[in-house]
Antibody
């Protein structure tokens, strides 16, 4: 079954760009069956969807973060990545990657979900 | 402030039935299906209920979900100590070209 694993620096300076990678195992990131997403959770707080990507490069972003977010996919490495620019302390969070399903390559977001999730990686924004 | 509203806490004794509510609006719960996630202490969220009332393989039938109008509920019957966790509801919101929204989470304590 699918397994996802986040990786990247645990500390980023304010105003810099946060970069994380999610490695997919147990399946192909090029599968037409999945969208690949990022979700974050500030310490002691709730969950916030950042965005999702298809192997073709089609993306959906949270409107509140869209101006600072870029999600990309590397099919050769079975990985997808997150870049969040101009970070502040408010971007300190555990970042999770997770998958969503498609039906014959078509994503129906109103009737979808996130499963499975990676274990998460804590990113702290501090000088 | 989360788009979906959940009580911050809930509690029950072993064997009891507890429910957790999730309130939204016409652009999210009122139009789309609701999912529930369970987050055990120090772990990643796990899908518990999808499409309002469906359980993924391996989730005990003690967990059930329902939806009515712009609200949803998660019920846990035969409460067990290992159910102590944070629970989050989620739904797609049709506003602003569409995006996922979550509840603020409910911390369930088994007394």
């Amino acid at each position: 079954q699918l397994q996802l694993q986040e990786s990247g620096p645990g500390l980023v300076k304010p105003s810099e760009t946060l970069s994380l990678t999610c490695t997919v195992s147990g399946g192909s990131i090029s599968s037409s069956s999945y969208y690949w997403g990022w979700i974050r959770q500030p310490p002691g707080k709730g969950l916030e969807w950042i965005g999702s990507i298809y192997y073709s490069g089609s993306t959906y972003y949270n409107p509140s973060l869209k101006s600072r977010v870029t999600i990309s996919v590397d099919t050769s490495k079975n990985q997808f990545s997150l870049k969040l620019s101009s970070v502040t302390a408010a971007d300190t969070a555990v970042y999770y990657c997770a998958s969503s399903i498609t039906i014959f390559g078509v994503v129906i977001w109103p009737h979808n979900w996130f499963d499975p999730w990676g274990q998460g990686t804590l990113v702290t924004v501090s000088s | 402030q989360s788009v979906l509203t959940q009580p911050p806490s809930a509690s029950g004794t072993p064997g009891q039935r507890v429910t957790i509510s999730c309130s939204g609006s016409s652009s999210n719960i009122g139009s789309n299906t609701v999912n529930w996630y369970q987050q055990l202490p120090g772990t990643a969220p796990k899908l518990l209920i999808y499409s309002n009332n469906q359980r993924p393989s391996g989730v005990p039938d003690r967990f059930s979900g329902s939806k009515s109008g712009t609200s949803a509920s998660l019920a846990i019957s035969g409460l067990q100590s290992e159910d102590e966790a944070d629970y989050y509801c989620a739904a797609w919101d049709d506003s602003l070209n569409g995006h996922w929204v979550f509840g603020g989470g409910t911390k369930l304590t088994v007394l």
